[in-house]
């Protein structure tokens, strides 16, 4: 048993380090799947071999199936990041495969209002397009509001900013099934600037297949 459990660490260990060591995101993806499979296929293969050899084949089929799943997400997120990267307005984060798009709120909203600009609907046709397009997503708009006023004003605002945001995209035909929209007031400050704090985020998350 001693030996199995061996084995199965060190293929483990090998399929994270090869997505570690200089790798792409798209990579990187492949190896991390790569080892969760490797270690499901392992304990498969041992259940059900009861051999150090069933260990070692389950672990390979993992291994591979697990790669081709961990390998697709990272792939459809790239594409959509570079998508995402031509939308002028919006700054953009990746945080391994979850993707953030970040809006000046100042683009979005006059001062105290909730009430999308006329001139911010050309950004939010591009956004809605790249939306559109990658469908496996799940999506979180996310108000946020700096600390002038009372804190009670500045959540209901950023709440009733952030389901305007959410409206407008539903309407260029994303599924509002996929979108969460969510204010954090003045509760989650990115800077010593009000600025730069009032701000609109957009949070793209992969859906993954069980």
Known sequence: MNQVIRCSAILALAAMLSACAGATKQQTGTGVGAAAGAGLGAILG???GHNTTSTLVGAGIGAVVGGI?????????????????QVEAASIQRDHDVLTATFKSDMFFDYNSDQIK???YRELDRI????????????????HTDSRGSDYYNQQLSERRA???????????????RINAVGYGESQPISSSDAMNRRVNIVINPIRQN
Do not use: C, F, H, W
């Not at 809605?128 to 108000?143: A, D, F, H, R």
């Not at 389901?163 to 099934?177: C, F, H, I, T, Y």
């Open 46 to 48: 041992q259940a059900i």
């Open 69 to 85: 799943a961990g390998n697709q997400i990272g792939a459809y997120m790239d594409s959509q990041e570079q998508d995402l990267r």
């Open 118 to 120: 006329p001139g911010a």
């Open 128 to 143: 809605s397009n790249v939306l559109n397009k990658y469908p496996q997503t799940t999506i979180q708009v996310e108000g």
């Open 163 to 177: 389901m305007s945001v959410k409206n407008a995209l539903a309407q260029r035909g994303v599924d509002p099934r």
